[in-house]
């Protein structure tokens, strides 16, 4: 069903003036750009894959979206964990999941990075301190909390960042989960990605309060809003928070704003939202912005440019052969898998 159109269209942030000076090294603009366009591409990869029937089921790409995991990255340490929603390729490959296996997941192959069972909204790694990946809206708030408990629980310095969409935090669990994480002290940045639409909702039509970071304010949590179509400013915020998390202040919540270029999954046309509006949150794209920048500030001439392109287009076409040549599970894996073995001692007797 399509929705009336009864909000105004929303408006896309003025694009801001590229800088004179560069605020960070040329190392990072290269380590974000690298990262936006190889989640680009992929995700651009994956949508030709559906329209061949290669990816069956479920599809949500992460396309418009991809400076929040380039400044998530850079921000974070390696021991730190991630959990989110289903509209993860993009979170799942920014933590080190190759394109490799996240195409062979998405094909349902053997070699995927869980060996073809989870698909599209489940990839998990433990390598890499992913916690996916999960199908049900809001599921994975209270699952955050708990792994920063656990991270609590051992003394560690780590954090835990638990991303939700702006239609999850009109779940019941997101209050329980921060009045739990407050009280406790919990080492966790909880992250709204409100790209403004629940599925073909917008937020103003779900209540009256769509400045949504004021959610963590009932229960004292230090919260912000963040400008999500900038690395740079992802990357500030994150840091900031993290740095408090890991003093012992306890929980930090950041409502990014962001904005996907395509429908909430491939079956979605989008028609609830206007040409205008989606154009002018396409003149910030922030792969273009960095690329710019990248070239003013002289970090790269526009043939080295070139050469990055050519080198992650190559990394994609590689990784669509490997998903297309690798084996799907055999029937006798059904059944492995399903439950892990429990690594605290007292769980063993």
Known sequence: MVLEKTTPAK?????????????????????????????????????????QQKIRGFLHVYIGQESIAAGLESALQPGDGIVTAY????????RGVSTKAAMAELYGKATGVNKGKGGSMHFMS???????????VGAQIPIGAGIAFAEKYRDTDN??????????????????????????????????ENNH????????????????????????????????????SVHEAIAKAAAHIRSGAGP???????YRYKGHSVSDPGSYRTREELKSYQDIDPINITEEKIIKFGYAT???????KERIKVEIDEAEAFADSSPYPDA??????????????????
């Not at 003025?14 to 995700?43: C, D, G, H, P, V």
């Not at 930090?252 to 962001?258: A, D, H």
């Not at 526009?302 to 990055?308: D, G």
């Open 332 to 349: 006798s894996e059904l059944y492995t898998d399903n439950y892990a073995e429990p690594d605290y001692p007292f769980m063993k007797d």
């Open 302 to 308: 526009e043939a080295e440019i070139e050469a990055i």
């Open 252 to 258: 930090y919540y950041l409502e990014i704003k962001t």
């Open 159 to 192: 954090l835990c960042v638990t991303m939700f969409g702006d239609g999850a935090a009109r779940q019941g669990a997101l209050h329980e989960a921060f009045n739990m994480a407050m009280t406790w002290k919990l080492p966790v940045l909880f992250i709204c």
């Open 11 to 51: 408006k896309a942030p003025a694009k801001k003036a590229a800088q004179k000076k560069a605020a960070y090294t040329k190392e990072q603009y290269l380590f974000w750009y690298e990262m936006m366009l190889r989640i680009r591409r992929f995700e651009e990869r994956c949508l030709l894959a559906y329209s």
């Open 87 to 94: 509209r993860q390729h993009g979170i799942a490959i920014g």
């Open 126 to 136: 433990s390598e890499f301190k992913y916690f996916g990946g999960n199908g049900i």
């Open 197 to 232: 639409y629940a599925m073909g909702t917008s937020v103003e039509r779900t209540s009256n309060v769509s400045d949504l970071y004021k959610l963590g304010l009932g229960f004292d949590m230090p919260s912000e809003q963040v400008d999500g179509m900038t690395p740079e």
